[in-house]
């Protein structure tokens, strides 16, 4: 009789573990379903067409960025050919003033 009444108390505390745990996931359960329904309310506020102006206005921003970008790319190279023209004329400069002093030299 008393074996049968530890295995009763056994099966009882198993049995209530069982239900306190399905009862914790129905909560998790209840959370998820109350924030799916806050998202689906908050997106119900939005229109489509906000959402459509927004998309062309980030378009035409991107837009106008790429072609700033292109610009900016120009910009680059060119200052690259300048400054490797410069580097030049200076080279050729320093060059003929060094011959010129040769030759002021030579004709010493």
Do not use: C, F, P
């Not at 530890?6 to 049995?15: A, G, H, P, V």
């Not at 914790?24 to 459509?52: A, C, K, N, P």
């Amino acid at each position: 009789m008393k074996n049968e009444l530890q295995n009763l108390t056994e099966d009882i505390s198993r049995l209530y573990e069982e239900i306190t745990q399905k009862t914790e996931s129905l909560g998790q359960i209840d959370s998820i379903t109350r924030l799916y329904d806050e998202l689906q309310s908050q997106l119900q506020s939005i229109s489509s067409e906000e959402v459509d102006l927004l998309q062309s206005q980030i378009k035409s921003t991107l837009e106008q960025m790429v072609g700033i970008s292109k610009s900016l790319a120009v910009i680059k190279t060119l200052k690259t050919a300048l400054n490797g023209h410069d580097d030049m004329v200076d080279h050729i400069k320093k060059a003929s003033s060094g011959t010129n002093s040769r030759r002021s030299l030579e004709d010493r």
